[in-house]
T-cell receptor
């Protein structure tokens, strides 16, 4: 069945270091979404990418959608303690089911 | 606009009992999805409803069921609870059927 793999599972960084999480799908995606879940909280929508090769930025966050629409990445420049949480990618193949990656949990040491 | 509202926030049930969770989507959102989140399994898709119709279902046993009402509010029911059903149950609503979703704060279910 359709799978969305996300790596790494965990990432420990020193405050100020960069962070990247990667998402790979076994099938072509119609769109991909990114969510952030703070510890004890619920997933919060960050961004949706639709076009092949699309790159979007939100302050220190850069999101990319691969040319083949099968992979995506989220890059955070100069992490801050407020970036702590789990980042999920979620892909949709055009049906009515969104498949979530397992998430990357980010720990930031001050 | 008010966000997605889930009730109750916390619930403790005994094995064998049944439970009903409620979700009120954002006004105007007709698609409601349910997810189970556990530490080891991440976010697992349960089912999705649109205009009172279940359009997709995840790989969960028949003990898990749901429905959606004409006002888009949705309920999820779990019968014959098992210890392994302990999890955070999240509801998400979206405006379009293939777009991003907004999550509620979840119902944390503990089965003892």
């Amino acid at each position: 069945g359709q799978q969305v793999m996300q790596i790494p599972q965990y990432q420990h960084v020193q405050e100020g270091e960069d962070f990247t999480t990667y998402c790979n799908s076994s099938t072509t995606l119609s769109n991909i979404q990114w969510y952030k879940q703070r510890p004890g909280g619920h997933p919060v929508f960050l961004i949706q990418l639709v076009k092949s090769g699309e790159v979007k930025k939100q302050k220190r966050l850069t999101f990319q959608f691969g040319e083949a629409k099968k992979n995506s990445s989220l890059h955070i420049t100069a992490t801050q303690t407020t970036d702590v949480g789990t980042y999920f990618c979620a892909g949709n193949t055009g049906g009515f089911k969104t498949i979530f990656g397992a998430g990357t949990r980010l720990f930031v040491k001050a | 606009k008010a966000g997605v509202t889930q009730t109750p926030r916390y619930l403790i049930k005994t094995r064998g009992q049944q439970v009903t969770l409620s979700c009120s989507p954002i006004s105007g959102h007709r698609s409601v999805s349910w997810y189970q989140q556990t530490p080891g399994q991440g976010l697992q898709f349960l089912f999705e409803y649109f205009s009172e119709t279940q359009r997709n279902k995840g790989n969960f046993p028949g003990r898990f069921s749901g429905r959606q009402f004409s006002n888009s509010r949705s309920e999820m029911n779990v019968s014959t609870l098992e210890l392994g059903d302990s999890a955070l149950y999240l509801c998400a609503s979206s405006l379009s059927d293939r777009g991003y979703a907004f999550f509620g704060q979840g119902t944390r279910l503990t089965v003892v």
